[in-house]
């Protein structure tokens, strides 16, 4: 089955500045890569997807970029705000066929004052 | 509304008790999914459910007991739950069943087996 694999665990940045989350993945037919982000006593919720015939995808202040080829795709928050802080799951699937979502461990993101 | 709502928030139970946990959407969504999460972990899949009908079970003892009386509506019947199941539950819905549509979760059910 598929593995995907999160890095890293904490990531503590000062506001302002910009975060990356990288992840890998294990199986070559994954092609649909959801980002997910879980505040306290709160659901996870989607804030940014790609599929595989893109490479590169922005919303605001959020990108994300993934390389098939190494297999591995990264979501990047510029401008952290306090409001930024939360768990975020990367999350790999085969897309249509398949209904199940394999997520990363997850990273806590903390943005300071 | 891109609402999944789910009821009770919280719920404390004895290992002999029965209850259920309610799950419920109305975006039109044809899938609805029951996940499992542990403190500091990821969501792992309980049950999908595509049209109704249920077309996953990722290997969940009998304990638990999905049941969708209709497109709307998810429930999930515990029973002679143990310690260890405690968690988490959290409910989603999506478009279809495929696995490139966005889910949406609900907030989940506090869930303490005592």
């Known amino acids: 089955g598929e593995n995907v694999e999160q890095h890293p665990s904490t990531l503590s940045v000062q506001e302002g500045d910009s975060a990356v989350i990288k992840c890998t993945y294990s199986?070559?037919?994954?092609?649909?890569f959801p980002w997910y982000k879980q505040e306290l006593g709160k659901g996870p919720q989607l804030i940014i997807d790609?599929?595989?015939?893109?490479g590169e995808k922005k919303d605001q202040r959020i990108a994300v970029t993934l390389n098939k080829t190494a297999k591995h795709f990264s979501l990047h928050i510029t401008e952290t705000q306090p409001e930024d802080s939360a768990v975020y799951f990367c999350?790999?699937?085969?897309?249509?066929?398949?209904?199940?979502?394999?997520f990363g461990a997850g990273t806590t993101v903390t943005v300071r004052a | 509304d891109t609402e999944v709502t789910q009821t009770p928030k919280h719920l404390v139970m004895g290992m002999t008790n029965k209850k259920s946990l309610k799950c419920e959407q109305h975006?039109?969504?044809?899938?609805m999914y029951w996940y499992k999460q542990k403190a500091k972990k990821p969501p792992e899949l309980m049950f999908v459910?595509?049209?109704?009908?249920?077309?996953i079970n990722e290997s969940v003892p009998s304990r638990f007991s999905p049941e969708c009386p209709n497109s709307s509506l998810l429930n999930l019947h515990l029973h002679a739950l143990q310690p260890e199941d405690s968690a988490l539950y959290l409910c989603?819905?999506?478009?279809?069943?495929?696995?490139?549509?966005?889910?949406?979760f609900g907030q989940g059910t506090r869930l303490t087996v005592v």
């Open positions: 989603a819905s999506s478009r279809d069943g495929g696995g490139d549509t966005e889910a949406f």
């Open positions: 975006m039109g969504h044809r899938a």
């Open positions: 459910y595509s049209y109704e009908k249920l077309s």
């Open positions: 999350a790999a699937s085969r897309g249509s066929n398949d209904y199940k979502l394999s």
């Open positions: 790609i599929r595989s015939n893109v």
């Open positions: 199986d070559s037919a994954s092609n649909y």
